[in-house]
C-alpha cells in the first residue's frame, strides 16, 4: 500500500530468505503455528493509518457512550450470561477491510468487532523476528499510539495481571494445547508469566477456583482468568470433555475481559454505528422490505465466530429459509481492495486493530495490530488453500 516500499520488498524477497524465517518463528514452539504465515507484512501510509484511526476512535465513541450497556443488554444469550460483570471490556479488536471508496481511493472499511482478546502475544514476537530478516524501515511500527515494545509489554501486563500474584493468573481456554492459536498463548506465558488451562482442569471449591502449577505442581488459587474461552466452541466441544465448572455460575474470580463483553461488543453492535467507514448494517428483524440490491448484501448470524455461517451470494431464498430473524444481521457487502502486488495476483487485506483498556481509565487505549492476506472470496484459510503470499501477517504503520 506504500507503492516504494512495496516494490522494494517483493524485489529483494527470496524463497530461502521467507523459509528461514519461518525455521526461527517456529523455534521457541516447535509446531504450535498452525495457521499460515504470510510472506509479506502490509505497509501503511500515514494517510491511510489516519482514516482507519479516526474510525476506529469513532466506534470508541460508541462503546464509551454511557447508554451502550443498556443498548446491549439483549447481546448476551441468557444461557451465557456470566454474574460479576465488570465495567468494560479490557480487549477490543476492530477488524476492517481495505476497500476502494467512491472515487476510486482506498477506504478502511468495519467488517466486524470483538470485545474479546486476540493475538496480544504473537504480534510482539513475529513483528519483531519479521525484522530480523527483511528490510523494514524504522519509522514503520507494529505499535500504535506512542507505543514501544516495553511501554506495551508494560501496559499489557498491567491490564491481565493487574495487583494479583503472577500465580494467580490464568490464560483459560478449551484445549488450549490444541487450539490453532496456541502460539499466542505461549508467547503470552513467555512475556507475562501466566499458564494456560483447560477448563476441565480447573478444581471448584466453593465459589473459588484452583489449578495445578506446572512450575510448582502445587494446588493454587485463581484469582484473575485472561478470558479466551468462546461459548460457541465450548458447546460444540463439551460432549469430549467430561466434567468442567461450570463457568455461569458466581465465582469468586476476575475476568478479564468479562464474557458478556464478548456479546455487547460483537456484530451486535454494528447496527447502531454511522460511520463512512462502517457499512450500513441492520437486524434481519426489523427489516420490513428487502433491498432490491439484494446481492450486495450478506447475512450474518449475531452468535457464531471465525466466518461460520456468512452467506456470502444471498438470495432472497436464503432470507426465507432463515427461521430466527432476530439472531441475524443483514450487511452491506463492501469492495474489497486488490491492495497488495504479489508474485502472481494482488492480495486482499483486512486489518485487525487491536485496543487495551486499563482499569479506571475512560477509554481504550490503540496498541497494535496484526492483518490478514487473502486471495479468496472471504478471509480465511478454507478460501485460501493452495495460494501463496496469504495469510496471517501484520501491519507497519508510517509513524
Not at 494445547?177 to 476441565?200: A, E, N
Not at 477456583?209 to 488459587?221: A, C, F, H, S
Amino acid at each position: 500500500m506504500v507503492p516504494s516500499l512495496r516494490k522494494a520488498f517483493n524485489a529483494s524477497f527470496t524463497r530461502e530468505k521467507y523459509e528461514a524465517f519461518l525455521t526461527a518463528l517456529n523455534q521457541p514452539h516447535p509446531g504450535a503455528i498452525e495457521f499460515r504465515v504470510a510472506e509479506t507484512p502490509v505497509f501503511i501510509s500515514r494517510e491511510f493509518g489516519q482514516k482507519v484511526i479516526a474510525a476506529c476512535e469513532a466506534i470508541i465513541d460508541v462503546i464509551t457512550d454511557a447508554g451502550f450497556r443498556k443498548l446491549t443488554e439483549n447481546a448476551i444469550p441468557d444461557k451465557d450470561r456470566v454474574p460479576g460483570e465488570n465495567d468494560h471490556s479490557h480487549f477490543i479488536a476492530l477488524d476492517f477491510g481495505v476497500c476502494i471508496g467512491p472515487e476510486g481511493e482506498l477506504e478502511p472499511q468495519l467488517i466486524e468487532m470483538q470485545g474479546f482478546p486476540t493475538l496480544f502475544g504473537f504480534q510482539v514476537f513475529y513483528p519483531d523476528l519479521l525484522r530480523e530478516y527483511f528490510s523494514i524501515p524504522e519509522n514503520y511500527s507494529q505499535y500504535l499510539n506512542g507505543y514501544n515494545r516495553d511501554t506495551y509489554l508494560k501496559d499489557l501486563r498491567e491490564v491481565i495481571i493487574g495487583q494479583a500474584p503472577v500465580e494467580e493468573v490464568i490464560l483459560l481456554e478449551i484445549k488450549p494445547h490444541q487450539q490453532k492459536t496456541r502460539i499466542d498463548f505461549y508467547c503470552t506465558q513467555d512475556y507475562l508469566g501466566i499458564q494456560p488451562v483447560c477448563i476441565t482442569e480447573l478444581i471448584q471449591e466453593g465459589k473459588k477456583l484452583y489449578y495445578v502449577n506446572e512450575l510448582t505442581g502445587l494446588k493454587t488459587r485463581v484469582s484473575r482468568i485472561y478470558n479466551r474461552i468462546i461459548f460457541d466452541d465450548l458447546y460444540a466441544q463439551k460432549d469430549s470433555l467430561g466434567h468442567f465448572v461450570d463457568i455461569t455460575q458466581e465465582l469468586d474470580v476476575e475476568w478479564i475481559p468479562h464474557p458478556n463483553w464478548f456479546y455487547r461488543i460483537s456484530k451486535y453492535t454494528l447496527p447502531f454505528i454511522h460511520h463512512p467507514y462502517v457499512p450500513p448494517t441492520f437486524f434481519l428483524h426489523e427489516v420490513k422490505q428487502l433491498p432490491p440490491d439484494l446481492e450486495n448484501y450478506v447475512l450474518k448470524p449475531l452468535f457464531s465466530f471465525a466466518g461460520q455461517g456468512v452467506v456470502i451470494d444471498l438470495t432472497p431464498g436464503d432470507i426465507e429459509a432463515i427461521s430466527d430473524p432476530h439472531n441475524w444481521i443483514l450487511q452491506r457487502k463492501v469492495k474489497y481492495a486488490d491492495a497488495i502486488v504479489t508474485p502472481d495476483v494482488p492480495a486482499k487485506v483486512e486489518i485487525r486493530m487491536m485496543y487495551m483498556w486499563k482499569d479506571k481509565e475512560s477509554r481504550p487505549r490503540l496498541a497494535i495490530n496484526l492483518s490478514r492476506l487473502s486471495k479468496g472470496k472471504m478471509i480465511g484459510v478454507r478460501y485460501n488453500k493452495d495460494k501463496e503470499w496469504v495469510g496471517g501477517n501484520v501491519c507497519y504503520f508510517e509513524r
